[in-house]
């Protein structure tokens, strides 16, 4: 197989600190953010005495030498910084992990063990999460939570197995961080693939805002001024910039230019117009082609490494067939366009025919779109490389998550839950402040070896893409479809069951970036 030439529980805490801020909560009391467990699981939980396993105890250890490991290290070395990067001819200041609007796409095999060493040259303090990996505890990179936050001009050695092959990818897990250029691609490649693919493409597709006369710290305050000047930043990230006049103006003008819409997504998708949509770090008007010979079975590793938009994926001329979501294979399923929401991965399967073809990632629910070019080797290269956001497949089949199967090696063993939660996502009012509420939500306890089952009741108006954090977990609904990150319609509930089999404290989230930034956020606490 060849490869193309293309280049502590901060939940709680957060939401108490925005009520104290201005943020319109009537009565945390009535939102349930405190208070007793009503569910089974909790209530059993109450009754015993917490002895919490935390990242440094011996637990994480032995359960990362328990992995499966083939001995072998990958070593990179990451280094965040200012940089100046060129959007198709436009150049932008931003923070990268190198020269470009993406970081460098990392391979390794599964059971290897990655050695990463990171090193901070940004003003603020960051961290690095590998999202998706079953990864040790004190490896997670989310301060304070798992570890320190990496200060400026300080270096922070990360080393983990990654037992699990698929596509995942990594992001600084530091404020509104991953919404400038501190993420890229992490692949685990499978020795037993047995999809027969020829050439194998990773593609990462984002929203751009950074260095575009605003900043994401600018998009928040205008979101809600209430999370200006510092509280904005969870894993220990420094103080925003000041916010500028100018920044503040043309944020105010991306937050009030129409929300989008989607009967797909059940209304309301997304709150900013983002001016630029880029795949592999690249506009529409400069692609990176994809070049493979005629007749070759191309997988597309797709990752929506977006803050807050939802994309509709299609390649012009071709059915794609779905083989893996989140890492996980499915049962090959065909369709015209998958719908990718923020942190999720689809693996999908084009045979190549003769010719230069689109490959559009339209923004779902209002104008805009992310492009790039698959070409054959024996095709002559597109007159205008901008392809334009429309083209038949997008308003062909469309293949959800839920019309998804996972494939018999990757279900999870039939088991009755030994702890159900239930979790409320929710709005408090009509301020841009959001939360994970509920009796059971601060209380999210569990014992090695168990069973749990979340259900998460969507009271909002909004869709969330929910992710946990050190595990994965199978939906019921879906017929068990394994993911680490699914979307959680508005008037909803949609349930999860994990097996208990990684120690620690995580984090369960909204990813959503700007919704967990505002509140949108819990933790998994594991105890004795």
Same mark, same amino acid.
């Given at each position: ?26 009565? %945390? ?10 569910? /089974?699981? $909790?209530? /059993?939980?109450?009754?015993? !005495?917490?002895? #919490?396993? !935390?990242?440094?105890?011996? +637990? ?15 070593? #990179? $070395?990451? $280094? ?6 060129? %959007? ?8 990268? #992990? ?38 040790? *505890? ?85 979101? *809600? ?17 000041? @916010? ?52 070759? &079975? ?23 067939? @779905? @083989? ?20 999720? &991965?689809?693996? =999908? ?26 070409? /054959? ?15 038949? +497949? ?16 990757? %279900? ?30 601060? !209380?999210? =306890? ?27 977990? $199978? ?11 699914? *979307?959680? %319609? ?14 620690? +404290? ?19 606490? #594991?105890?004795?």
């Amino acid at each position: 197989m060849t490869r193309p030439a293309t280049r502590s529980m901060l939940g709680r805490r957060r939401f108490l600190s925005l009520a104290a801020a201005g943020a319109g909560v009537a009565g %945390l009391g009535a939102l349930g953010v405190a208070g007793c467990s009503s569910s /089974s699981g $909790a209530a /059993s939980g109450a009754s015993e !005495k917490l002895d #919490y396993i !935390k990242p440094g105890d011996p +637990e994480i250890a032995a359960a990362e030498r328990a992995r499966r490991s083939t001995g072998r290290t990958v070593t #990179y $070395a990451l $280094a965040a910084g200012p940089a100046t990067v060129d %959007l198709g001819g436009r150049l932008v200041d931003t923070w990268s #992990y190198g020269v470009g609007a993406v970081a460098p796409e990392l391979r390794m095999s599964a059971g290897d063990t990655l050695s990463a060493s990171v090193t901070n040259g940004v003003s603020a303090d960051t961290s690095i999460h590998w999202h998706g990996i079953r990864i040790r *505890n004190d490896m997670d990179g989310v301060p304070p939570v798992t570890q320190p936050a990496i200060a400026s001009g300080t270096t922070f050695d990360y080393s983990f197995i990654a037992p699990d092959p698929g596509t995942y990818w990594y992001h600084s897990h530091s404020g509104l961080q991953a919404d400038r250029g501190l993420f890229g691609a992490l692949v685990v490649e499978d020795p037993d693939d047995a999809t027969g693919v020829d050439v194998d493409a990773v593609l990462v597709i984002d929203d751009w805002v950074d260095g575009m006369g605003t900043t994401p710290d600018a998009v928040m305050a205008a979101l *809600n001024p209430a999370l200006s000047g510092g509280h904005a930043g969870h894993g220990g990230a420094a103080m925003p910039a000041p @916010v500028g006049a100018d920044e503040a103006a043309i944020a105010t003008a991306m937050t009030t230019a129409g929300h989008g819409d989607s009967a797909v997504l059940g209304g309301m998708t997304q709150h900013i117009a983002y001016p630029m949509h880029l795949i592999n770090g690249r506009p529409p008007n400069d692609p990176a082609v994809i070049e493979a010979a005629p007749g070759a &079975r191309v997988r597309l590793r797709l990752i929506n490494a977006g803050a807050e938009t939802p994309y509709r994926f299609a390649v012009a001329g071709h059915r794609l067939t @779905v @083989v893996a979501v989140d890492g996980f294979d499915v049962v090959p399923t065909e369709t015209d366009c998958v719908l990718v929401g923020m942190a999720q &991965r689809y693996d =999908v399967v084009v045979t190549l025919a003769s010719g230069a073809w689109p490959v559009v990632a339209a923004v779902e629910g209002r104008p805009g779109y992310a492009s790039t070019i698959l070409r /054959s080797t024996d095709a002559a290269p597109l007159s205008n490389p901008d392809v334009g956001g429309s083209i038949p +497949e997008l308003s062909g089949q469309l293949v959800l998550e839920s019309d998804l199967r996972p494939s018999e090696k990757v %279900l999870l063993a039939d088991r009755t839950p030994d702890r159900e939660y239930q979790v409320d996502l929710l709005q408090a009012g009509d301020r841009y402040v959001w939360a994970m509420a509920g009796a059971d939500a601060g !209380k999210l =306890v569990m014992r090695q070896g168990e069973r749990i089952r979340i259900t998460m009741n969507n009271t909002s108006t909004m869709w969330h893409p929910m992710h946990t954090h050190g595990h994965t977990f $199978a939906v019921p609904d879906y017929g068990g479809l394994r993911r680490d990150t699914v *979307n959680v %319609l508005p008037g909803t509930s949609l349930a999860i069951d994990f097996d208990a089999d990684n120690p620690g +404290e995580w984090m369960f989230h909204c990813h959503n970036a700007y919704h967990f930034e505002a509140g949108m956020t819990a933790n998994l606490m #594991y105890v004795r």
